[in-house]
């Protein structure tokens, strides 16, 4: 009895130690994660500052090569991040949830059932399922009136 009871302890810590070691190659790029998305931020607001300058009204063409650059920079950022498992969250319409979502306010609910994210103000981010960045988001609610 005692013999079997010391191999079903051992298994367990064979699974307990297994998982342990796929845990740590899957999340163990966390922290370089959360670094590159303040970079993907940046690089986003960037992107969108130069396509507003680059309107019909403004033929820049040097302008208009870097918002191209910064596009395809973009792209290839979300595509690498896709490709290790880290995915963007787009939550608006959808139901707030305190596990990947932070509120930092409430907007009147016109349209939209109270409750329903109304506004992102930052992107959150998941590693293969688990959140690394909240979104910081604004969500609806009846107006007081």
Do not use: W
């Amino acid at each position: 009895e005692r013999y079997r009871r010391a191999l079903a302890d051992s298994e367990n810590v064979r699974r307990r130690t297994q998982k342990f070691v796929e845990d740590a190659k899957l999340f163990g790029i966390q922290s370089f994660c959360r670094d590159l998305v303040e970079v993907a931020d940046i690089l986003e607001k960037t992107a969108e500052s130069a396509a507003e300058e680059t309107e019909p009204s403004n033929p820049n063409p040097t302008l208009k090569k870097i918002y191209e650059g910064l596009s395809l920079i973009e792209a290839k950022l979300q595509s690498v991040f896709a490709k290790h498992g880290l995915q963007k969250m787009n939550p608006v319409g959808g139901k707030y949830d305190p596990y990947d979502h932070e509120i930092v306010c409430h907007v009147p609910a016109e349209g939209v059932q109270p409750g329903t994210i109304a506004l992102v103000t930052q992107d959150g981010y998941k590693l293969h399922g688990r959140t690394i960045r909240h979104a910081l988001v604004g969500v609806a609610v009846e107006s007081q009136e």
